[in-house]
Nanobody, 120 residues
Framework: QVQLVESGGGLVQAGGSLRLSCAAS????????MAWYRQAPGKQRELVAS???????NYADPVKGRFTISKDNAKTTVYLLMDSLKPEDTAIYYC??????????????WGQGTQVTVSS
């Protein structure tokens, strides 16, 4: 079973920065895609950014140019550097991994969520 543990959320003033981390553990043979989603109160969960095993990235329009997704060399930890934060970035941020375990079974795993609050 694959588990994801997130860290790095918190309270920051508008214009500030935060860096989220998401470490994976368990039977992981390979990860195809890692991503960050967020869910604000009263809204649906939305994709923020994603990165493939090959390093290709994709960003939601509201965060382009402000957020940067990256991964470590072991390719099991994903990061989200958030710069120039705005109050509308306030949400619970969830990491997501899609990959394959050593028994060649496909898995999808979600983190527990970390709160990001941006004050004006």
């Amino acid at each position: 079973q694959v588990q994801l543990v997130e860290s790095g959320g918190g309270l920051v003033q508008a214009g500030g920065s935060l860096r989220l981390s998401c470490a994976a553990s368990g039977s992981i043979k390979g990860i195809a895609v890692m991503a960050w989603y967020r869910q604000a109160p009263g809204k649906q969960r939305e994709l923020v950014a994603s990165i493939t095993n090959g390093g290709s990235t994709n960003y939601a329009d509201p965060v382009k140019g402000r957020f940067t997704i990256s991964k470590d060399n072991a390719k099991t930890t994903v990061y989200l550097l958030m710069d120039s934060l705005k109050p509308e970035d306030t949400a619970i941020y969830y990491c997501y991994h899609h990959g394959y375990s050593y028994n060649n079974r496909e898995f999808v795993a979600w983190g527990q969520g970390t709160q990001v609050t941006v004050s004006s």
